[in-house]
């Protein structure tokens, strides 16, 4: 398994459903943009907000491709804030406007293949996976995006022929690759299933099978989604010291691949299974880089959790760097709770300022919480949108 895990993913093997298709309308791509950037950095509400004018758009001009591509960004963000039926009904507009497009509909029956899966519908994933197998890949269709052969406007000259034809090399090249990435998410999404089930053999079986076809590709996207699932499977063994292992990596590559947004949850989901494996030490230090994360990101109320939550756990290790380094932490965040006019009763009744505790920062009375989150739920795995 340790193997398999430094091969791995977390796109959808191919960022856009078809590769010939372009949005030529400058607003249009604007708002896609836009909503990509805010998606992979973690602003989901802006994201949503970027979809749907994006939406709106392709609507106004009868586009199915790019209505059809957007319906699904915008289900993967909803299904992101866990906004499962409304995700569904846009993924059912989605299949509908990218068949009328002729395009996939492969990531569409995937995502909803997760939604059946975080609600333990587990033959309902299995019958999505199914289709999603059975679909055409969401790469870019034969023959349509090389212009070489019986067709090529420049076969009359060998000097301009040339480029032509490595041009048609590199994109045959780069579909394959979409494609081999593609069947590796299928491999994947059911080592997810199997592994839910606690199913160990045919969850090996189906990430080895990634594995060896993610050896093929070279994503960091793919790096991280194998990181994850080799996680998962970890977990359903008990063996939370490898899981946590895994999650650590599947961080390490999310940040290599600019997917901002799930980092903070890979790292819980790290703490989870550090402390579960008696490291205490191992989970405040995940738990004390979410507080940041969430405290630079401007949501001050959930940083303020995390380092209640690392508070305890550096307590139990006794390790009294990682106190101090909660305490500057702390003060930062209140700092900036007062300076947006707030009480700092807005973070939690029993906060006291900083100031009071400067000499002592190794008492962490005022931050402890008795209970620590349970284990979280693991089952959900990373997803991006198809369209960058």
Known sequence: ????????????????????AKAMDSRLVRLAEDGNTAYDEGDLNVAVKKY??????AWSMDDPFESGTHAYNLAACLTSLS?????????????AELCRANASTANTWLLEA???????????????????????PPCADDGQACQCGRNDPCRESCVTKIPCVGSCFAENEAEESCRVAYQAQIHLARARIAAERYDIPLANE???????????????????ELQRVSALVHLA??????????????????????????????????????????????????????AKIWFGRGDTTRAWSFVQQASVQAEVAGCESINRRLALIAHEIQQAVLANGQPLSSLSPEVEPMDQLSDQPSEFDWLKNDSLNPFPDVVTATWIPPTK
Request: a neutral charge.
């Open 1 to 20: 398994m340790a193997g398999c895990a430094l091969i791995a993913t977390n796109s959808l093997g191919c960022r856009s459903t078809k590769a010939t």
């Open 52 to 57: 749907r004018q994006a939406i709106a758009r």
């Open 83 to 95: 906004e499962n039926a409304v995700a569904t009904d846009w993924l059912i507009e989605s299949r």
């Open 114 to 136: 997760k939604i059946a899966q975080s609600e333990l519908r587990l033959s309902d994933a299995d019958r999505m996976v199914d289709r999603a197998a059975c679909a055409k």
């Open 206 to 224: 189906q990430l080895s099978c990634a594995c060896e076809l993610a050896s093929q590709v070279c994503s960091e996207d793919m790096q991280a």
């Open 237 to 290: 063994k008990g063996e939370y010291m490898q899981a946590a292992w895994h999650f650590d990596k599947e961080a390490d590559h999310l940040r290599l691949a600019g997917t901002y947004r799930e980092i903070p949850n890979t790292l819980e989901l790290a703490a989870a299974a550090y402390e579960q494996a008696g490291l205490p030490r191992d989970a405040a230090l995940r738990l004390t880089r979410v």
